[in-house]
């Protein structure tokens, strides 16, 4: 890459907490000396489903990187990165779950599943 150059990181949020999903959103806004981030978000596992299969049968560009919550109305955390990890073209798409759960068994079943990293998102 060209000194200068900025390269485009696709990334998939799938949050269903709005304050959450707006800190990420800030967080991701800032750009860096040579990246920039294209964020598609999704609310719900239903929907995070819906974007990544339909994007891979349409042939439109697949995320980067996939921050996924745990615990998602519809279709769970552990669902998702199950079925993304059995598909052949998703499942070298990074995945990083980004919980609330403190519960080793999540933390364990996730990595069991090959998530690339557990995030706690606690609140004070």
Known sequence: MAMGTRRTTRLLVVEDDP???YL???AFAVRGDRAVWELTTATDGEQCVQ???????EGAPLP???LLDWN?????GSEILRRMKQHLK???????I???SVSEDDI??????HANGFILNQRT
Do not use: C, N, T, W
């Open 90 to 96: 998703l499942r070298r798409i990074p995945i990083l």
């Open 19 to 21: 304050g959450y999903m």
């Open 64 to 66: 980067d990187l996939v």
């Open 108 to 113: 364990q079943s996730a990595y069991d599943d």
């Open 24 to 26: 990420i959103k800030r």
């Open 51 to 57: 974007i990544l299969f339909e994007e891979e049968k």
């Open 98 to 100: 980004f919980s609330s």
């Open 72 to 76: 998602l109305p519809k279709v769970s």
